[in-house]
């Protein structure tokens, strides 16, 4: 459960003569329980492709599918974490979390339950009743995640979910995603901007090319993070520090500066 | 897509007026007594306008009302801008007359009707008189906020180059103030309309306002419904009117419209 | 624009311009200038006020006839916030709703509310229908207008993350759009309050047998000119208790929502 499938995905806005292409023959195969990153140049169409997965918007040629099934309509099954949290201000932790919950109609009972266990996940249980303007960006990100991975959903979609947040909360979250992730694993989609993010928390990292967007390459982390067992470090900043780490960044950087360079000139 | 909703509107209207047929007419559940017929409707207008009801012709009324209003609204903004204007850049002007003002504003301007009768008779005196009061606090207030939002760099450019008082009002802080004084002028054009429809409906000889309150007493509903109709046409018609001046004297604006 | 005047100064120049009005107000009938019948000074008023709290005129005490408008008031309101609200929020999600509706509605807003006073009078009489048939009519568009509007301006973040949950569209309106649009909802109650309180007035001047304008209007006819100052005076501070009291509700709100500036 969970497969993301990217067939030869175009998109274009506007009419076809005088439309703005956004993407080009994206193609990207995305196993059960894996971790993702895309990262790209400003503007190169991954957060597109992320909404074209969560089913807000639509594909102009090619196929998006989840599950082998062609995506139409958002829905909890892939759940969408926003940049900019997207939480109810008029409902506090608890009637935000619990919210998806309702629409499924689960029943009260096990709704409290699903709920608490979301709480003490994320670590937020002394602050169930709050209301989102009384918590940091941090613990408000904490809420949104806790909110998706309520609806035990296959598929996790998180559009630069730390772009919001200061550099230390940033890197709290990036530590605790990589708990969870390995505690309680799902399909993630994740787009960002932060190369060194994306080699931290992903399994494979996809690099796209300048608008019209298309996939340049995949680089596979996950082998490498095994082999020199960068699960074993507990702080970031001490797998960053590794050579294996440096390695991958740097080639990852590399590439998107082409793609920058080639954008500019 | 704009054609769409054109298309989609036109035939809501064409759909209202469908289901009044029906529903009068054709099927007769609303009892004529009630609500006129379309043709019942068609009758009253045909009346008024070649043969003439309550004293007049419909053109006739409808001029009068329509010179009552101009009249009314350019003696309102005529004094309720220049004051507004004052107020806002003054703040002792503003500070003498800011509790009367709030003493006067409460009252809603229909309120001052049986008080303008008393004082100027039944005539259009009065209803200069309280369509005065309802149009005049929209102008005061907004041309006072069109003031206080001026950017106060280009009031200080215009005073660093010397600009003598009668010039810094005309071409600074009325240009300045224009976008919200429009705004304004909008607010009392509503008021001007619903007040001179009432004073007229209160105590008048001539004017729409008359027109409904006649048809009411003759229980005259086709009447009626032609009466609110002519006022609803003239407010549309005059807010037209105020948009065109508006577009072409804001043409500067980058917001176009407030 | 000048500086700023000092809180002491404000105070004085706002006592200067008040004496003077009074002043001249307490002058003009008191001296003789002006004939007492034409125009009553301050004094007359305020006691006329005194003696209109317990003795009836035109059938009914001061406070009597202000709780009949008022009665009237909050039943029309009440009616068109109950109505207009869901309309406006119904037609904010429901693109088709929207374009069926709003030609109509921009259509009829150019009707002055007053002017439905003749039907009023001829479907109700003098009855209670009547004035709060105007006050609907006054206090239903910018009900309407304000929760579509808030609708619209729901941050379109919010709406897709509760597309993503599968809210349904019934859920959508009540749970998302509904307490998303409640700043630009409660200001609209605000001025259709305004709107409707006037529109009573206009009402009460015809289709009347008892409330504040009804009152004014009797006084009118017997040339009662304090009587009607009286009037005016009440219909004022009615209508400015109730706009504190719904300015007060909006800026809770704001607090609570953490929009307060």
């Keep these: 459960m969970g497969s993301i499938r990217f067939e030869n995905v175009g998109k ?24 993702v990153a895309i990262v790209g140049p400003s503007g190169c169409g991954k957060t597109t492709c992320l909404r074209m997965v969560a089913g807000f918007e639509s594909v102009s040629s090619g196929k998006v599918l989840v599950n082998d099934k062609t995506v139409t309509t958002p829905g909890a099954d892939r759940a969408v974490v926003f940049q900019q949290f997207a939480l109810f201000p008029w409902k506090t932790v608890r009637q935000n979390i619990e919210f998806g919950l309702r629409n499924k109609g689960i029943g009260r009972a096990e709704r409290n339950r699903l709920v608490a266990d979301a709480l003490k996940l994320m670590t937020l249980e002394s602050h169930g009743d709050a209301y989102p303007h009384q918590l940091s960006g941090g613990m408000q990100q904490r809420v949104a995640i806790a909110r998706a991975y309520v609806l035990d959903p296959s598929v996790l979609l998180m559009d630069e979910p730390f772009g919001a947040l200061d550099a230390q909360t940033r890197v709290v979250m990036q530590e605790e995603l990589v708990r969870l992730a390995r505690v309680n694993p799902r399909t993630v989609l994740f787009i960002t901007h932060g190369v060194e993010e994306a080699v931290y928390l992903a399994d494979r990292v996809a690099i796209m090319t300048r608008r019209p967007g298309t996939i340049k390459e995949v680089i596979d982390i996950k082998s490498i993070r095994t082999q020199e067992k960068w699960d074993s470090y507990e702080k970031i900043e001490d797998v960053m520090d590794l050579e294996s780490f440096v390695h991958l960044r740097t080639r990852i950087w590399k590439s998107l500066r082409e793609e920058k360079i080639a954008a500019v000139t | 897509m704009r054609n769409r909703k054109t298309i989609i509107g036109l035939g809501a209207i064409l759909g209202v007026v469908v289901l009044w047929f029906a529903l009068s007419r054709w099927f007769g559940i609303i009892p004529a007594s009630r609500f006129p017929t379309p043709a019942d409707f068609w009758d009253a207008l045909k009346q008024i306008e070649l043969r003439g009801y309550a004293g007049s012709r419909l053109h006739d009324h409808a001029w009068h009302s329509l010179r009552l209003i101009v009249i009314s609204f350019i003696v309102a903004v005529g004094t309720g801008v220049p004051l507004g204007l004052l107020m806002g850049w003054n703040r002792k002007a503003e500070a003498l007359i800011n509790p009367v003002f709030t003493l006067i504003r409460p009252i809603p301007p229909l309120a001052w009707i049986p008080l303008a009768i008393l004082w100027l008779g039944l005539g259009d005196a009065a209803k200069v008189m309280v369509i005065w009061f309802a149009a005049f606090v929209p102008s005061v207030i907004n041309a006072h906020a069109g003031v206080r939002n001026i950017d106060k760099s280009v009031i200080e450019a215009a005073r660093m180059l010397g600009t003598p008082p009668f010039r810094l009002v005309t071409e600074v802080i009325l240009p300045g103030a224009l976008p919200m004084i429009f705004t304004g002028l909008r607010l009392s054009l509503q008021a001007s309309w619903t007040t001179l429809v009432a004073a007229e409906l209160v105590g008048a000889l001539v004017g729409i306002g008359f027109v409904l309150n006649v048809a009411q007493q003759d229980i005259y509903p086709a009447m009626i419904l032609v009466g609110m109709l002519t006022a609803g046409v003239l407010g549309w018609f005059t807010t037209f009117i105020l948009g065109l001046v508006e577009k072409s004297v804001l043409s500067w604006s980058v917001r176009g419209r407030a | ?183 630009s909802i409660v200001a609209g109650l605000r001025v259709a309050a305004g709107l409707g309180w006037q529109s009573l007035v206009g009402a009460e001047l015809i289709v009347a047998s008892t409330g504040v304008g009804f009152m004014m209007v009797q006084a009118q006819g017997n040339v009662a000119t304090s009587t009607v100052m009286c009037g005016m005076v009440a219909i004022g501070i009615v209508g400015l208790i109730i706009d504190m009291l719904l300015r007060r509700g909006e800026e809770a709100i704001r607090r609570r929502r953490g929009l307060a500036e």
């Design chain 3, 1 to 183: 624009m000048q500086q700023r005047l000092s809180w002491a100064e404000t105070v004085t120049y706002g006592f200067i311009g008040l004496a003077v009005f009074l002043g001249v107000w307490y002058a003009l009938p008191t001296i003789g200038l002006v004939p007492q019948q034409f125009l009553p000074s301050p004094v007359t008023v305020l006691n006329r006020m005194v003696v209109l709290m317990t003795q009836p005129f035109a059938g009914a005490t001061l406070p009597a006839h202000i709780g009949y408008s008022f009665i009237r008031f909050f039943t029309g309101f009440l009616l068109a916030a109950l109505i207009g609200i869901p309309l406006g929020l119904i037609m904010g999600w429901f693109r088709v709703v929207d374009e069926i509706v709003a030609p109509i509605f921009d259509g009829l807003r150019f009707i002055a509310p007053i002017a439905w006073v003749p039907f009023a009078a001829l479907w109700f009489g003098t009855g209670v229908g009547g004035p709060v048939m105007i006050i609907f009519a006054g206090a239903f568009p910018p009900c309407v207008i304000n929760a579509y509007r808030g609708a619209k301006q729901v941050d379109p973040q919010l709406i897709e993350a509760a597309e993503m949950l599968g809210t349904g569209h019934l859920r959508m309106m009540t749970e998302i759009l509904l307490p998303a649009s409640v700043p």
């Design chain 1, 12 to 35: 274009v806005y506007g009419n076809a003569k005088t439309g703005f292409k956004a993407l080009d023959g994206v193609s990207l195969d995305i196993s059960e329980k894996e971790f």
